[in-house]
């Protein structure tokens, strides 16, 4: 996808610690990612535009907007991702003017009045970095619940490894956070009322700006200034005092860790009060800002410089918790929902049976198509601008690779892996460069399930040998799945038929192919929990069904809806089932 990260800054923030790492992931898996911002410090790959956000005039927030929707035309940016107030309402009407998705990290409390709770600005999602942003924005200002997900701050917990307890001659204090603003003012009062300047080697880091009122402490504290190496300078610390990312990273290296922020005073961080931390951000989100009892910081103090470490479980705890890989799935998922549902397009995922080139083929059941109406179809596809593709293409978490930036995709799938798929469909796949999946009933050698249909029994139809198979699987454009032994009903199934039906599937298929087979279909699309249980633990990272599962691709990728082809279903049917609306206007979502 092509990103746009949007942040209003005059120095560092945690808001572009941030966005830069998140962002830089997300280039790691194949995005494009801009930012747009007043400044920006932390290394990032991808352009980066400035703008001055904090100019907040009538006229500069026109110019604001003028310039956002300029870059989202030139740049094809699919998605605004807002990390502050001054830069998600420029944003917001950008992207209503030009109908792009937009999601907002909200990364502390917001400022209360009437016209904040009329226009939130924050696009489709907010995403609040913490409990407490969330249970403000909804009491505060009437934020919907289902608006908003909690989205922690994503950590490179790998460059944050347990270190030994330092041996400093005096007891190494390290405060970390900003000199202006609210946490400037915490720094000031901790220096000023609460640290003993002499017996501790104090150390202030921060990348902003030295404002006047801390000279009375020039001779007393080391104001470091910035560092790049923050693990070393954390594990040069016996006790760390920060709030938000400060405290993470500190904990993860095994510091003892004081949870003090704009807000409140968490205290040292243990197995007790982990909880709290997290729906704080770690001291810095409240009730309101600022409410800490001073007097108790030094006692506070005292206990974290009794232990050398902080317990290795509460370090386990936020190594599970704000994991990059793990935060950057979610906002991909995120990202994911926001762009389907603002756009109601999804990647048309059609499904067809088998083909005949003449009338003898046709069959009672309506699961056939003319070989030359499905070479009708390729050529529409190709001339919408489709490109085709498998679920091997979507494989380890890829499945936001369908939403890519000037490509328009399609997943033609086809059941049962009759001989016609061989013989017709593969000539026209190759002819027109498509790909298929096809899912293989590896336990009978016709249409047993039809054509003994005591109601409507179909006529016979032969199903692939494993040569046969082995053939349409190494012309590089078919993928191979599994579709049970027999094509039963699962549903009507114990659980240990359903294990053979789909396992002894499988293990006949990766024996036939020589290779995983990653996907499967339920049979007739009909499955029960116990079915998606097994196909999962079958080791299947996909499974599809029919006319069930959510509308968006993504959300359940064992019950994965798809779009039926019919013999009646002509070039202009076709179209109208794979320009990109076509579930939302039939389903009620």
Not at 60 to 83: C, E, M, P, S, T
Not at 169 to 176: D, F, H, S, W
Not at 483 to 500: A, I
Request: glycine fraction near 6%; charged fraction near 25%.
């Amino acid at each position: 996808m092509n990103i746009l990260m949007a942040l209003s800054q005059l120095e560092v923030t945690g808001a572009e610690v941030y966005a830069t790492t998140v962002g830089n992931e997300l280039t790691a898996r194949g995005h494009n990612v801009f930012y747009i911002s007043d400044t920006l410090t932390k290394p990032h790959s991808g352009p980066f535009f400035k703008l001055r956000f904090n100019k907040r005039s009538i006229f500069r927030r026109f110019w604001h907007v003028g310039y956002l929707i300029y870059l989202i035309k030139k740049h094809n940016i699919q998605l605004v991702h807002a990390h502050s107030r001054a830069s998600s309402w420029s944003c917001h009407v950008a992207c209503k003017i030009t109908g792009t998705p937009m999601v907002t990290t909200v990364h502390g409390r917001q400022p209360v009045h009437a016209s904040r709770k009329k226009f939130h600005a924050m696009g489709s999602k907010a995403l609040p970095v913490c409990e407490a942003i969330k249970e403000q924005l909804a009491s505060d200002l009437a934020v919907p619940l289902q608006q908003m997900e909690v989205s922690r701050n994503g950590i490179e917990t790998e460059r944050f490894q347990w270190a030994q307890s330092p041996t400093n001659i005096k007891p190494v204090i390290t405060i970390v956070g900003r000199l202006t603003g609210p946490k400037g003012e915490l720094c000031f009062r901790l220096l000023n009322e609460c640290l003993d300047l002499e017996r501790f080697d104090v150390r202030v880091v921060s990348g902003s700006a030295f404002e006047p009122r801390f000279d009375k402490f020039k001779n007393s504290v080391n104001f470091t200034g910035y560092t790049d190496d923050v693990p070393k300078m954390l594990s040069e610390a016996n006790l760390v005092i920060g709030a938000g990312r400060v405290a993470m990273e500190s904990l993860l290296c095994g510091r003892p860790t004081l949870a003090i922020g704009e807000a409140t005073c968490v205290g040292i961080v243990d197995d007790n009060n982990i909880s709290q931390a997290m729906a704080t951000n770690f001291g810095d989100i409240g009730p309101k800002d600022l409410d800490i009892d001073f007097t108790s910081i030094a006692s506070i103090v005292e206990k974290g410089l009794a232990s050398p470490h902080c317990s290795e479980s509460t370090s386990q705890t936020v190594r599970n918790h704000y994991s990059l890989p793990h935060i950057v799935d979610q906002i991909e998922r995120i990202y994911q929902d926001v762009y389907v549902d603002t756009l109601r397009q999804e990647m048309p995922v059609i499904m067809y049976h088998r083909f005949i080139k003449d009338e003898s083929g046709k069959g009672v059941h309506g699961t056939y198509l003319h070989i030359d109406m499905f070479e009708k179809h390729l050529k529409l596809l190709k001339r919408m601008g489709f490109a085709s593709l498998t679920f091997e293409d979507l494989q380890d978490g890829h499945l936001i690779r369908r939403l890519e930036a000037g490509k328009r995709y399609t997943m033609i799938t086809v059941d049962d892996g009759y001989i016609d798929n061989l013989e017709l469909m593969l000539p026209v796949l190759q002819k027109y460069g498509f790909k298929a999946v096809v899912y293989a009933v590896t336990g009978e050698t016709f249409n047993r399930w039809d054509v003994e249909n005591p109601s409507n029994p179909e006529k016979s139809v032969p199903l692939m040998n494993a040569e046969q198979l082995k053939q349409l699987a190494d012309s590089d454009h078919v993928e191979i799945g599994g579709h049970t032994l027999s094509h039963p009903r699962l549903s009507k199934l114990s659980d240990e038929q359903q294990f053979k039906e789909i396992v002894e599937n499988k293990e006949s298929l990766e024996s036939i192919l020589g290779k995983p087979v990653i996907s499967f279909a339920y049979p007739f699309g009909d499955h029960n929990q116990a079915s998606k249980r097994i196909v999962q633990d079958a080791g299947y990272q996909f499974a599809v069904a029919t006319d069930s599962g959510p509308l968006k691709f993504h959300q359940d990728p064992y019950q994965i809806r798809r779009i039926a082809i019919f013999p009646k279903t002509d070039v202009f049917g076709l179209w109208r089932k794979v320009r990109g609306n076509y579930l939302f206007r039939k389903v009620k979502s």
